[in-house]
T-cell receptor, first 113, second 119 residues
């Protein structure tokens, strides 16, 4: 079965600084990959997804992620963080058989002035 | 467009009581999932369904039952609630993703969550 590891439980960055959130997956083939964001007290919002093709995918709110097959990674990046980006971020993996959708434990992002 | 609707949004139960959470989607999605979210644990899959009349166990199925009698509904039941089941529950649904699928649509949709407290 596939699994997802988000090594960083909590990251703090300064507003305007760049951001990279790590995600590693374990799966025998190339899965479908997702990043979700959850603001406090809210549900989950899809930031971006990778199905196939170009390994650099663009998402909403200025986020991007790069799929690296050799590293089994799908790291999320943003060149300049805004205070409103403070939230919890979840990486998720879906097998090519479409089940089940598995989430990492999340990375909480704090943004300081 | 309602998307995925979860009811109720909040519920307080006493230990041993039973209840059902309802998830309804109006997007004709094949797949539906129930997750629970606990601090530091992320989202853990309880049960899921790949179609009407089918269900399967996820990572943490004990103490829960589910049913998918209609394609648009996925019910999560607690027969005898325990304090360990205090959590926020999320339902999600999706289409079957096929190779070559375009990247335009948001094919995985989540409900707003249901906060359950068991005393």
């Amino acid at each position: 079965a596939q699994s997802v590891t988000q090594p960083d439980i909590h990251i703090t960055v300064s507003e305007g600084a760049s951001l990279e959130l790590r995600c590693n997956y374990s799966y025998g083939a190339t899965p479908y990959l997702f990043w979700y964001v959850q603001s406090p007290g809210q549900g989950l919002q899809l930031l971006l997804k990778y199905f196939s093709g170009d390994t650099l995918v663009q998402g909403i709110k200025g986020f991007e992620a790069e799929f690296k097959r050799s590293q089994s990674s799908f790291n999320l990046r943003k060149p300049s963080v805004h205070w409103s980006d403070a939230a919890e971020y979840f990486c998720a993996v879906l097998s090519r058989g479409n089940t089940p959708l598995v989430f990492g434990k999340g990375t909480r992002l704090s943004v300081i002035a | 467009n309602a998307g995925v609707t979860q009811t109720p949004k909040f519920r307080v139960l006493k230990t041993g009581q039973s209840m059902t959470l309802l998830c309804a989607q109006d997007m004709n999605h094949e797949y539906m999932y129930w997750y629970r979210q606990d601090p530091g644990m992320g989202l853990r899959l309880i049960h899921y369904s790949v179609g009407e009349g089918t269900t399967a166990k996820g990572e943490v199925p004990d103490g829960y039952n589910v049913s998918r009698l209609k394609k648009q509904n996925f019910l999560l039941g607690l027969e005898s609630a325990a304090p360990s089941q205090t959590s926020v529950y999320f339902c999600a649904s999706s289409f079957l993703i096929r190779p070559g699928s375009g990247s335009g649509a948001n094919v995985l949709t989540f409900g707003a969550g249901s906060r359950l407290t068991v005393l």
